[in-house]
C-alpha cells in the first residue's frame, strides 16, 4: 500500500509478511492502490521503495512465544522484514525504557489540557504531568486510536488521561452531566484545548499517493470549523485554544484563523506570529519560503546577505507541512 511504502521510506521497518527467514524482498508502493490482498502478479503503477530481508518465518511470527524483534508498545506485533540500506535511519527503541518512552512526532503541550483528539496526548503528557495537575481528556471518533491511547497511556502510567471514542463536535453539553466519565462537558469548563484536527494532510511527506477527491479537500474546512466552534465552547475565558493541522491548504490554516475570531468568542488582535522555521508562510503572499520573508523584512533583518537570494535561505524545500496557531480567549 502507498501508506506503507510511506513509511518505510521515513525509515520503518515492516511488521509481518508470511515469508521464509532470510528471503530477500522488494517492495514496490502501489501508487493506484488497486493491488489486492495476495495478488502475485500485479500489473498497476506502482514504485520500487526499497529492499529488505525477510527476519522471521511464518510459524516464527504467530506460533514462537518468543519473538526475536517485538514491537515496543505492542508485543504480538513483530518486525517481519528489516530494510537493507534505508534512506533514513530510524533509530529502535525496541525495549528502550518501555515504561518510559515511545517513538512519537515530538510534541509537547505542558499545562492543563482538554483535548478533542489525540494519539499524540500520551506523549504530550509523560513528562510534564501528575495527577495533581488535573485531568486530560482525549476524544476521536475512531475506537482504535482510542484503544491506542489506552495502551500508551497504561505503559506510561498516566492516570490523569482520559480517553474516549466520541464525536467531539458534540462534546458540550448543556446541563451538569451527571455520569463523571461521560465525554460531555459544561460550556466553560477546560483551561487549554489541544484541536489536532482532521484535515487533508497535504503537509505529509513522503506521500507517494493521494486518492483523495477535491470534493473531499474542501469537505475539512466545514467539520474543522465545527470543531472550533466545540472547543472554544468549552474553554473557560483566559484559557488556551491550539488549532493544529498537517496540511498546507489556505482553507484549513489560515482561512481557519481568520475566520474564528470574527465568529467565536476569540480576540480580534494582529496575529504574532512565531520565530522562523525552515519553512514559513502565514499569509498567501509570502509565498513558502523564509528567503522571500525576509526579503520584504528588508536589510535589517539580514545583515549577513543585502540582497538574499531564494537559494539563499531555503535550505530543504522538501519537508513536512504543518500549521499551528495558538488563541487566548478573552
Ligand atoms: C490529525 S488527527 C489527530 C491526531 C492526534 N493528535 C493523534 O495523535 O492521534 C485527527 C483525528 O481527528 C479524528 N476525528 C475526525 N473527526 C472527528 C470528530 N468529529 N470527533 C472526534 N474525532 C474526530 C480522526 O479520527 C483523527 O484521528
Known sequence: GAQCGS?????????A??????????????LEVKCTLWNKDFQGESLTVFYGVSDMDHTTIFCSDKPARC???????????????PLYQSPSFVGVLPSLAFLQVPLAHPGHVCCLMGEDLPHCLAKEYTLQDGEVWALDKI???????HQNTKALHLDCLKAHCFNSTKAVCTYQAQDTESPLFPPLSSLQQLLDAPCSS???SPCMACTWSLEEICSYQPLQRKLFYAAV???KCGGVLVYSSCTVTLAENEEQVAWAPQHLPLPQTEPHIGVEGILQRFSPELGWSV???????GPTQQPESPTPTLC??????DTIGFFIAKFLKS
Open 7 to 15: 513509511n518505510i521510506l521515513r525509515g520503518a521497518h515492516v511488521f
Open 312 to 317: 539563499a535561505h531555503q535550505p530543504n524545500k
Open 71 to 85: 514491537h515496543l508498545l505492542c508485543p504480538s506485533r513483530c518486525v517481519g522484514i528489516w530494510m537493507v540500506e
Open 291 to 297: 528567503a522571500e520573508a525576509r526579503a520584504k523584512d
Open 17 to 30: 509478511l508470511i515469508m521464509k527467514t532470510g528471503d530477500a524482498v522488494s517492495f514496490f508502493s502501489d
Open 233 to 235: 465552547r468549552l474553554l
Open 143 to 149: 475506537r482504535g486510536k482510542v484503544q491506542h491511547i
Open 202 to 204: 497535504l503537509g505529509q
